[in-house]
Nanobody, 133 residues
């Protein structure tokens, strides 16, 4: 599975950004994709996840401000683009944002524990920096 993020940048507090993640090469039609973020010296934090069945998860810190969505490629079940629309950005949203791909079982695990652990995801993008000032 290949994941390539884009859309990061610098924005003022209160502004918006949309991150994109081009995903390809997966063979499982049912999966769970998501966004994590990380700042130096801290653990990677789960931000939002989306299961192919439509179930979503959002960290409390981004509920009501961030929206995760996905657009599947036409006639190609192995490709899709994952988005993260980020509104009302705050300085605390500054981080490197990573796209992640996991099996279908990732979402039940997230729901059971109430936390989006990096251990549930198998493939990662290279990250895109978001800076809010």
């Amino acid at each position: 599975v290949q994941l390539v993020e884009s859309g990061g940048g610098s924005v003022q507090a209160g502004g918006s950004l949309r991150l994109s993640c081009a995903a390809s090469g997966y063979t499982y039609n049912r999966n769970c994709m998501g966004w994590f973020r990380q700042v130096p010296g801290k653990e990677r934090e789960g931000v939002a996840a989306l299961h192919t069945g439509g179930t979503t998860y959002y960290a409390d810190s981004v509920k009501g401000r961030f929206t995760i969505s996905k657009l599947n490629a036409l006639n190609d079940n192995s490709k899709a683009t994952l988005y993260l629309q980020m509104n009302i950005l705050e300085a605390d949203d500054t981080a490197m944002y990573y796209c992640a791909w996991g099996p279908s079982s990732a979402m039940p695990a997230i729901q059971a524990r109430g936390i989006m652990s990096p251990a549930y995801f198998a493939f990662w993008g290279q990250g895109t920096q978001v800076t809010v000032s």
